[in-house]
Nanobody
Framework: QVQLVESGGGLVQPGGSLRLSCAASGSIHSINGMGWYRQAPGKQRELVASIGSGGSTKYADSVKGRFTISRDNAKNTIYLQMNSLKAEDTAVYYC??????????????????WGQGTQVTVSS
């Protein structure tokens, strides 16, 4: 069973920084893309940043220049460094792993997984 465990959320003042981590565990053979999504109250979940297995990155326009996503393939872990945080960054942040390949008793399995979410609150 694959699990994604997020950490690093919390309360921070506007202009501050936080670093989120997401570690994937289980009998993982490979992971294609990983990323961070967020969902604010009353809004749809949206992509914040993603990173491919080769290191290519994609960012939402609203976080470009402020957030940086990185990945440690050996640890199946991604990070999101969030700087110059704004009140509108307040949301639950979810980690996502796409096309995770595992070997099950029934054979090879490709599946996407989500973490449980971590709250980020930007407020003075």
């Amino acid at each position: 069973q694959v699990q994604l465990v997020e950490s690093g959320g919390g309360l921070v003042q506007p202009g501050g920084s936080l670093r989120l981590s997401c570690a994937a565990s289980g009998s993982i053979h490979s992971i294609n893309g990983m990323g961070w999504y967020r969902q604010a109250p009353g809004k749809q979940r949206e992509l914040v940043a993603s990173i491919g297995s080769g290191g290519s990155t994609k960012y939402a326009d609203s976080v470009k220049g402020r957030f940086t996503i990185s990945r440690d393939n050996a640890k199946n872990t991604i990070y999101l460094q969030m700087n110059s945080l704004k009140a509108e960054d307040t949301a639950v942040y979810y980690c996502n792993a796409k096309d995770v390949l595992t070997y099950e008793p029934s054979g090879w399995l490709h599946k996407d997984y989500w973490g449980q979410g971590t709250q980020v609150t930007v407020s003075s």
